[in-house]
């Protein structure tokens, strides 16, 4: 029987430091942090990820999705797809249903992102 080989964790880095923290690709971290605001620039996507923080580990279908928003299944599916492509919100599927919950780690990058600290060269306090 061949041996195993041992898993490694190669999912990537959900987001970036704190504006003005030392970053090895600054210009990076800032457009992964504009996808994921732009993400949420838009009120039903808010409220989606409102509802989903109530609890951890709390999902939601796209139907329960439509009900809260008060838009068609396609229209919530909509905003679920541009909420998992910012990494905001990950899917599984049970079934012919697909659940979605809250990526806290995403969610954390970006609050922490927004603790915004002096990077200027001049190093004031």
Do not use: F, W
């Not at 490694?8 to 942090?33: K, V």
């Not at 996507?45 to 008060?70: D, F, P, Y």
Request: proline share 6%.
């Amino acid at each position: 029987m061949p041996a195993s080989l041992p898993l490694i964790d190669a999912t990537p880095q959900l987001c970036c430091p704190p504006l003005g923290a030392p970053s090895p690709d600054p210009a990076r971290d800032a457009d992964e942090i504009a996808a994921r605001l732009r993400a949420l620039a838009d009120a039903g996507r808010v409220r989606i990820v409102q509802n989903l923080a109530c609890c951890k580990g709390h999902e939601m279908t796209t139907h329960e999705t439509a009900q809260l928003l008060g838009v068609t299944d396609a229209t919530a599916n909509h905003h679920l797809k541009q909420l998992e492509r910012a990494g905001l919100v990950a899917s599984r599927r049970h079934g012919s249903s697909v659940y979605y919950r809250l990526q806290l780690g995403a969610t954390q990058a970006i609050a922490d992102a927004l603790n915004v600290r002096c990077g200027a060269a001049c190093h004031c306090a």
